[in-house]
């Protein structure tokens, strides 16, 4: 139950960032990987990792399709394989970290679960 709390945070934290921050203000807290994607394309991650971060939330508390599971899992995984290629493609290798651990504790939950 802890690897979906920590997962479900982690999610919530980063896409209510990207869509409460918006492009310019992200960039200046460090995010220098906006720079290269537009407003709306940051605020649709934002929203995927919301919904995302929602799902896992609602799916270890109340019994949902295994295929809805596995989809929100799978979207997650996509994500983070995406934001880990940006970041290492850009050298930010701290940010880097974080996306291949919310990509591991997702593959965990999914090879877990079923």
Known sequence: ML????LTLALLIAGGR???LGKEKIIANGG???ETFTESFIKLLGATEVICGLGIAIASRVRI???IF???LSI???LMLGA???HFSRKEYPLLIGTLVLFLMALFIL???F
């Open 18 to 20: 990207k869509l409460y």
């Open 84 to 86: 880990s290629f940006i």
């Open 3 to 6: 690897i979906y709390a920590t």
């Open 65 to 67: 399709s295994p295929i």
């Open 70 to 72: 596995i989809s929100i």
């Open 111 to 113: 090879l877990t679960t």
């Open 32 to 34: 220098a990987w906006a």
């Open 76 to 78: 997650i995984i996509v």
